[in-house]
Structure formats: C-alpha cells, structure tokens
C-alpha cells in the first residue's frame, strides 16, 4: 500500500480552520502561539482537541502544567496571529502585542478578541510531530460575539 503524497497534501488541506491563540503559563513564564489544528471534541463534558508541535516550547509547557487557553481572534485580526508564530525574542514576548488578564485558570486570556477559555489537559497523543491534546473546558469568556478568524481568509497554509 503506497500513500499518494500528492493527494494525501490537497485533501488535508481541504480541512477547514479557525485561527486561535494558545496560551501556558508556567511561574512567570506566559507563553502563546497561534494555533490552527482545533476543534470541539465533546459535548459533555465541553473537550476541545488541539495539536501541537512537539518541538514547540508550549508543548512541554502543556505536558508539564497539564492545562492551556485557547483565545478566538476576531476576523480583523490577523496582524496579531501573525505575531504569534514568529519567532521570538525572549519567551512570552508575543503578548507585548497584546493586553491580556489571567483566568481562573491562571491561563492568559486577551482583553480584546472574540473571547478564550482555559482548559484543563485530559489526554494526549504523542505520535508524530505534533501532539493531539485534549482539553476539558472549565472556564469561557466572552468579550464580543462577532465573527471569527479563519485560516481560509487569510492565504496561509498549515496543513497537508
Ligand atoms: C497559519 C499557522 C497555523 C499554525 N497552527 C499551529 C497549530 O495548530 N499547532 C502548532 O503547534 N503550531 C501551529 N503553528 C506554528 C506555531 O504558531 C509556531 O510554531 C510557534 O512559533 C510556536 O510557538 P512556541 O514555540 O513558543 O510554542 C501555526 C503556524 C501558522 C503560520
């Protein structure tokens, strides 16, 4: 049996995406990156299912703290998703670009966007390059409930 790569790329890829931003924390260390591979994965209890690139900082920042936030952009901001998977100077100086509060969680949550929840980690898959996380959702805010980043909109690609 030989995967068509080919295939395998277009099709995945045809996998629809919102744009969130994850947020760890860990002491003073306050960390996020935006994320892409998420989706919901239970009603009850409310699980979201996240993957995460294992050579990521946040990665080992999940497994050890055994929770993370995940923030919902609003359609107009892209500029701070982008800031988001550059690479940085020091850690946690991504969210210089963006006021945020902590969450009951302990779990940064931004002042401005759609809204985030904090989650507790309740299971994981390490296999390949990214690891699938599984978040049980404790807490969800608010801000403003308009329409939200999608990965389509923007002319990126992350997937395939
Ligand atoms: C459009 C786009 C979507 C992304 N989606 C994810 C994702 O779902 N999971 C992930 O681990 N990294 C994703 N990344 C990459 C991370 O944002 C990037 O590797 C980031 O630097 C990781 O930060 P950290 O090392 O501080 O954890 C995405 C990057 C782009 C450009």
């Known amino acids: 049996m030989q995967l068509d790569q080919d295939a395998k790329k277009v099709l995945l890829r045809k996998i629809p995406h919102g744009l969130f931003i994850c947020g760890v ?40 703290t055994r929770k993370f936030s995940l ?14 998977f550059k690479p940085q100077s020091a850690l946690g100086g991504r969210f210089e670009a963006a006021p945020f509060s902590l969450g009951d969680l302990g779990l940064p949550i931004l002042d401005d966007a759609v809204g985030g929840v904090e989650c507790e980690l309740v299971g994981e898959v390490r296999h390949g390059d990214h690891s699938v996380f599984v978040g049980e959702v404790k807490t969800a805010k608010l801000i403003n409930d308009t329409d939200s980043l999608i990965l389509s909109s923007t002319g990126w690609e992350y997937g395939g």
């Open 71 to 84: 923030n919902v952009l609003r359609s107009d901001q892209k500029e701070l998703a982008a800031v988001f």
């Open 25 to 64: 924390r860990e002491d003073e260390i306050v960390n996020g990156f935006t994320a892409s591979w998420v989706t919901q994965g239970s009603f009850d209890p409310p699980l979201v299912v996240m993957a995460v690139r294992s050579e990521g900082t946040s990665h080992d920042i999940i497994l050890r």
